[in-house]
Protein backbone atom coordinates (compact mmCIF):
# COMPACT_ATOMS: atom_id res chain seq x y z
CA UNK A 1 0.00 0.00 0.00
CA UNK A 2 1.39 3.19 -1.10
CA UNK A 3 1.68 6.01 2.00
CA UNK A 4 1.96 9.88 1.72
CA UNK A 5 5.32 11.26 1.20
CA UNK A 6 6.54 14.84 0.23
CA UNK A 7 6.70 13.72 -3.37
CA UNK A 8 2.90 13.01 -3.10
CA UNK A 9 2.85 17.13 -3.22
CA UNK A 10 0.92 18.50 -5.99
CA UNK A 11 1.63 21.69 -8.06
CA UNK A 12 1.33 24.75 -5.64
CA UNK A 13 2.44 27.07 -8.30
CA UNK A 14 0.28 30.39 -8.29
CA UNK A 15 -0.97 29.65 -4.72
CA UNK A 16 -0.06 32.07 -1.37
CA UNK A 17 0.77 29.87 1.89
CA UNK A 18 1.59 31.37 5.54
CA UNK A 19 2.75 29.49 8.12
CA UNK A 20 3.66 30.43 11.73
CA UNK A 21 6.49 30.17 13.33
CA UNK A 22 8.64 28.98 9.81
CA UNK A 23 12.08 29.31 11.77
CA UNK A 24 12.27 25.77 13.10
CA UNK A 25 11.03 22.26 13.68
CA UNK A 26 7.73 21.33 11.95
CA UNK A 27 7.01 25.21 10.72
CA UNK A 28 10.41 24.97 8.57
CA UNK A 29 9.93 21.36 7.02
CA UNK A 30 5.90 22.84 6.55
CA UNK A 31 7.37 26.09 4.51
CA UNK A 32 10.13 24.12 2.98
CA UNK A 33 7.57 21.58 1.63
CA UNK A 34 5.14 24.00 0.13
CA UNK A 35 7.78 26.37 -1.31
CA UNK A 36 9.25 23.08 -3.05
CA UNK A 37 6.15 23.01 -4.47
CA UNK A 38 5.81 26.02 -5.94
CA UNK A 39 3.38 28.42 -3.35
CA UNK A 40 4.85 31.87 -2.40
CA UNK A 41 5.61 31.05 0.86
CA UNK A 42 5.62 33.56 3.53
CA UNK A 43 7.31 32.82 6.77
CA UNK A 44 5.97 33.97 9.59
CA UNK A 45 8.25 33.97 12.88
CA UNK A 46 8.78 35.81 15.86
CA UNK A 47 12.67 36.32 15.83
CA UNK A 48 13.77 38.36 13.18
CA UNK A 49 17.22 36.94 13.08
CA UNK A 50 16.16 33.22 13.17
CA UNK A 51 13.31 33.69 10.35
CA UNK A 52 16.00 35.26 8.25
CA UNK A 53 18.30 31.97 8.86
CA UNK A 54 15.13 29.71 8.04
CA UNK A 55 14.61 31.85 4.68
CA UNK A 56 18.20 31.48 3.58
CA UNK A 57 17.87 27.44 4.49
CA UNK A 58 14.78 27.36 2.28
CA UNK A 59 16.21 29.26 -0.77
CA UNK A 60 19.47 27.52 -0.73
CA UNK A 61 17.39 24.24 -0.59
CA UNK A 62 14.53 25.39 -3.52
CA UNK A 63 16.56 28.44 -5.53
CA UNK A 64 13.79 28.68 -7.29
CA UNK A 65 11.20 29.48 -4.20
CA UNK A 66 9.21 32.20 -3.86
CA UNK A 67 9.87 33.62 -0.20
CA UNK A 68 8.91 36.51 1.91
CA UNK A 69 9.38 37.12 6.06
CA UNK A 70 7.31 38.91 8.38
CA UNK A 71 7.69 39.80 11.72
CA UNK A 72 5.09 37.57 13.92
CA UNK A 73 4.90 37.52 17.79
CA UNK A 74 1.48 35.89 18.91
CA UNK A 75 2.00 36.86 22.62
CA UNK A 76 1.62 40.20 21.46
CA UNK A 77 -2.03 41.34 19.52
CA UNK A 78 -0.31 44.67 18.45
CA UNK A 79 2.40 42.36 16.58
CA UNK A 80 -0.27 40.20 15.31
CA UNK A 81 -2.61 42.94 13.46
CA UNK A 82 0.66 44.60 11.87
CA UNK A 83 2.21 41.11 11.06
CA UNK A 84 -1.58 40.46 9.51
CA UNK A 85 -1.43 44.20 6.91
CA UNK A 86 1.89 42.42 5.97
CA UNK A 87 0.95 39.25 4.76
CA UNK A 88 -2.03 41.16 2.86
CA UNK A 89 0.70 43.19 1.10
CA UNK A 90 2.54 40.21 0.44
CA UNK A 91 -0.46 37.98 -0.53
CA UNK A 92 -1.73 40.86 -3.35
CA UNK A 93 -5.47 40.45 -2.12
CA UNK A 94 -5.46 36.52 -1.90
CA UNK A 95 -4.45 33.63 0.59
CA UNK A 96 -4.56 30.45 -0.74
CA UNK A 97 -3.18 28.65 2.97
CA UNK A 98 -2.83 29.43 6.68
CA UNK A 99 -0.83 27.20 8.29
CA UNK A 100 -1.25 27.81 11.78
CA UNK A 101 1.66 26.16 13.27
CA UNK A 102 3.79 28.18 15.91
CA UNK A 103 3.10 27.16 19.84
CA UNK A 104 5.03 26.69 22.82
CA UNK A 105 4.78 23.99 25.23
CA UNK A 106 4.72 23.41 29.16
CA UNK A 107 6.39 27.19 30.06
CA UNK A 108 6.21 28.35 33.67
CA UNK A 109 3.21 30.85 34.15
CA UNK A 110 3.75 32.97 31.90
CA UNK A 111 1.61 36.48 30.35
CA UNK A 112 1.59 37.34 26.87
CA UNK A 113 2.29 41.27 26.46
CA UNK A 114 -2.05 41.77 26.73
CA UNK A 115 -1.66 39.93 29.83
CA UNK A 116 -3.19 36.17 28.57
CA UNK A 117 -1.45 32.90 29.96
CA UNK A 118 1.31 32.57 27.75
CA UNK A 119 0.23 29.03 26.03
CA UNK A 120 -3.35 30.21 25.54
CA UNK A 121 -2.57 33.64 24.56
CA UNK A 122 -0.11 32.29 21.99
CA UNK A 123 -1.24 28.63 20.94
CA UNK A 124 -4.79 29.96 20.62
CA UNK A 125 -5.75 33.60 20.72
CA UNK A 126 -2.76 34.54 18.65
CA UNK A 127 -3.79 32.16 16.03
CA UNK A 128 -7.14 33.15 16.43
CA UNK A 129 -6.73 36.97 15.57
CA UNK A 130 -4.38 36.00 13.27
CA UNK A 131 -6.70 34.10 11.38
CA UNK A 132 -9.73 37.08 12.01
CA UNK A 133 -7.65 39.40 10.35
CA UNK A 134 -6.69 37.42 6.90
CA UNK A 135 -10.11 36.03 6.81
CA UNK A 136 -10.80 38.81 3.52
CA UNK A 137 -7.86 37.04 2.31
CA UNK A 138 -9.51 33.60 2.28
CA UNK A 139 -12.20 31.96 -0.01
CA UNK A 140 -11.07 35.05 -2.69
CA UNK A 141 -11.14 33.02 -6.60
CA UNK A 142 -11.48 29.87 -5.07
CA UNK A 143 -10.90 27.42 -1.80
CA UNK A 144 -8.70 28.39 0.85
CA UNK A 145 -7.27 26.42 3.63
CA UNK A 146 -6.89 26.88 7.55
CA UNK A 147 -4.78 24.27 8.96
CA UNK A 148 -4.01 24.63 12.50
CA UNK A 149 -1.37 22.28 14.40
CA UNK A 150 -3.12 20.62 17.03
CA UNK A 151 -1.50 17.80 19.67
CA UNK A 152 -2.04 14.74 21.08
CA UNK A 153 -2.11 16.65 24.30
CA UNK A 154 -5.26 18.35 23.79
CA UNK A 155 -6.99 14.79 25.14
CA UNK A 156 -5.81 15.92 28.36
CA UNK A 157 -7.19 19.41 28.05
CA UNK A 158 -10.37 20.69 29.27
CA UNK A 159 -12.05 24.43 28.69
CA UNK A 160 -11.92 26.04 32.16
CA UNK A 161 -13.97 29.19 30.80
CA UNK A 162 -14.02 30.14 34.98
CA UNK A 163 -9.73 30.34 34.72
CA UNK A 164 -8.79 30.73 30.93
CA UNK A 165 -6.28 33.34 32.52
CA UNK A 166 -4.51 31.01 35.12
CA UNK A 167 -5.66 33.43 37.65
CA UNK A 168 -6.90 30.82 39.88
CA UNK A 169 -4.10 28.02 39.81
CA UNK A 170 -2.14 26.75 37.16
CA UNK A 171 -0.60 23.35 35.75
CA UNK A 172 1.69 23.45 32.63
CA UNK A 173 0.43 20.52 30.75
CA UNK A 174 -3.06 21.24 31.87
CA UNK A 175 -2.76 24.45 30.19
CA UNK A 176 -1.00 23.55 27.11
CA UNK A 177 -3.77 21.14 26.39
CA UNK A 178 -6.72 23.01 27.06
CA UNK A 179 -4.81 25.67 24.20
CA UNK A 180 -4.45 21.91 21.93
CA UNK A 181 -7.96 21.53 22.34
CA UNK A 182 -8.59 25.26 21.50
CA UNK A 183 -7.01 24.85 18.11
CA UNK A 184 -9.60 21.75 17.57
CA UNK A 185 -12.56 23.60 18.58
CA UNK A 186 -11.31 26.82 16.88
CA UNK A 187 -10.92 24.49 13.87
CA UNK A 188 -14.60 22.81 14.21
CA UNK A 189 -16.56 26.05 14.20
CA UNK A 190 -14.55 28.09 12.18
CA UNK A 191 -15.69 25.39 9.21
CA UNK A 192 -18.85 25.82 10.64
CA UNK A 193 -19.20 29.09 10.14
CA UNK A 194 -17.82 29.58 6.71
CA UNK A 195 -20.45 26.71 5.34
CA UNK A 196 -22.96 28.50 6.98
CA UNK A 197 -21.99 31.98 5.34
CA UNK A 198 -20.91 29.83 1.94
CA UNK A 199 -17.41 30.81 2.07
CA UNK A 200 -15.01 28.77 0.24
CA UNK A 201 -12.91 27.78 3.19
CA UNK A 202 -12.19 24.64 4.36
CA UNK A 203 -10.87 24.49 8.11
CA UNK A 204 -8.25 21.54 8.80
CA UNK A 205 -6.11 20.04 11.73
CA UNK A 206 -2.84 17.95 12.31
CA UNK A 207 -0.71 17.38 15.01
CA UNK A 208 2.56 15.99 14.61
CA UNK A 209 3.00 13.18 17.09
CA UNK A 210 5.85 12.80 19.11
CA UNK A 211 8.63 14.48 17.25
CA UNK A 212 11.98 16.11 17.68
CA UNK A 213 11.86 19.81 17.48
CA UNK A 214 12.89 22.36 20.07
CA UNK A 215 9.21 22.89 21.03
CA UNK A 216 10.08 21.19 24.48
CA UNK A 217 12.99 22.70 25.32
CA UNK A 218 11.53 25.87 26.06
CA UNK A 219 9.75 25.23 29.07
CA UNK A 220 12.60 24.05 31.00
CA UNK A 221 15.02 26.61 30.01
CA UNK A 222 12.47 29.67 31.53
CA UNK A 223 12.40 27.78 34.61
CA UNK A 224 16.08 27.48 35.15
CA UNK A 225 16.27 23.90 34.60
CA UNK A 226 18.93 23.23 31.85
CA UNK A 227 19.40 20.00 32.79
CA UNK A 228 15.20 19.00 31.43
CA UNK A 229 16.55 20.63 28.92
CA UNK A 230 19.38 18.54 27.72
CA UNK A 231 16.94 15.60 28.81
CA UNK A 232 14.89 16.82 25.97
CA UNK A 233 17.41 16.37 23.80
CA UNK A 234 18.65 13.30 24.58
CA UNK A 235 14.80 12.01 24.03
CA UNK A 236 15.03 12.32 20.66
CA UNK A 237 16.68 9.38 19.73
CA UNK A 238 13.32 7.37 20.23
CA UNK A 239 10.84 9.96 18.30
CA UNK A 240 10.71 10.92 14.74
CA UNK A 241 12.39 13.08 12.53
CA UNK A 242 10.20 16.63 12.11
CA UNK A 243 9.88 15.76 8.48
CA UNK A 244 8.00 13.26 9.61
CA UNK A 245 6.29 15.13 12.16
CA UNK A 246 5.28 18.24 9.25
CA UNK A 247 3.68 15.20 6.81
CA UNK A 248 0.01 15.25 8.53
CA UNK A 249 -0.15 19.05 8.60
CA UNK A 250 1.53 18.90 4.42
CA UNK A 251 -1.10 16.15 3.89
CA UNK A 252 -3.99 18.38 5.81
CA UNK A 253 -2.76 21.51 2.98
CA UNK A 254 -2.61 19.83 0.00
CA UNK A 255 -4.74 16.82 0.35
CA UNK A 256 -7.69 17.42 -2.70
CA UNK A 257 -10.00 14.96 -1.15
CA UNK A 258 -9.77 16.90 2.49
CA UNK A 259 -12.70 17.78 4.35
CA UNK A 260 -13.83 20.68 6.19
CA UNK A 261 -13.14 19.78 9.23
CA UNK A 262 -10.72 16.79 9.25
CA UNK A 263 -8.21 16.16 12.06
CA UNK A 264 -4.83 14.12 10.81
CA UNK A 265 -1.55 12.76 12.36
CA UNK A 266 0.92 10.50 11.64
CA UNK A 267 0.25 6.78 10.54
CA UNK A 268 1.31 4.14 12.92
CA UNK A 269 4.49 3.53 11.31
CA UNK A 270 5.65 6.75 11.02
CA UNK A 271 6.86 8.26 7.90
CA UNK A 272 8.14 5.20 6.01
CA UNK A 273 5.21 2.88 6.10
CA UNK A 274 2.49 4.29 7.96
CA UNK A 275 2.04 8.22 6.25
CA UNK A 276 -0.29 10.46 7.35
CA UNK A 277 -3.90 9.33 8.59
CA UNK A 278 -6.87 10.42 9.62
CA UNK A 279 -6.19 11.11 13.67
CA UNK A 280 -9.03 10.74 16.66
CA UNK A 281 -10.79 13.49 17.92
CA UNK A 282 -11.64 13.58 22.15
CA UNK A 283 -15.35 13.99 22.40
CA UNK A 284 -14.44 17.42 24.26
CA UNK A 285 -13.14 18.14 20.75
CA UNK A 286 -16.18 17.80 19.21
CA UNK A 287 -18.55 19.46 21.95
CA UNK A 288 -20.06 22.18 19.26
CA UNK A 289 -21.43 23.85 22.20
CA UNK A 290 -18.21 24.51 23.93
CA UNK A 291 -16.83 25.24 20.34
CA UNK A 292 -19.26 28.36 19.65
CA UNK A 293 -18.87 29.57 23.41
CA UNK A 294 -14.89 29.77 23.12
CA UNK A 295 -15.22 31.53 20.07
CA UNK A 296 -17.24 34.51 21.47
CA UNK A 297 -15.09 34.60 24.21
CA UNK A 298 -11.87 34.47 21.95
CA UNK A 299 -13.54 37.15 20.24
CA UNK A 300 -14.26 39.38 23.24
CA UNK A 301 -10.70 38.58 24.54
CA UNK A 302 -9.17 39.81 21.81
CA UNK A 303 -11.36 42.20 20.54
CA UNK A 304 -11.74 40.94 17.36
CA UNK A 305 -15.89 40.68 16.23
CA UNK A 306 -17.46 37.43 16.70
CA UNK A 307 -19.91 37.49 13.70
CA UNK A 308 -16.79 38.33 11.31
CA UNK A 309 -17.70 35.03 9.60
Known amino acids: MHSWTLADMPDLSGTTAVVTGANSGIGAVTALGLARSGARTVLACRDPERGRRALDAVRRAAPDSDLALVGLDLADLSSVAEAA ?10 LDLLVNNAGVMALPLMRTADGFEMQFGTNHLGHFALTHHL ?5 VGGMSRVVTVSSLAHRIGRIDFDNLNAERGYDKWRAYGQSKLANLLFTAELQRRADAAGKQVLALAAHPGLSATELGQAGPRLAGRTWAARLERATRVYTQPASAGALPTLYAATLPTALGGSYFGPGLLGETRGGPAPARLSARAQDMTTALA ?10 TAADVI
Open 135 to 139: LPLLG
Open 294 to 303: LWDESARLTG
Open 85 to 94: GRIAKEADGK
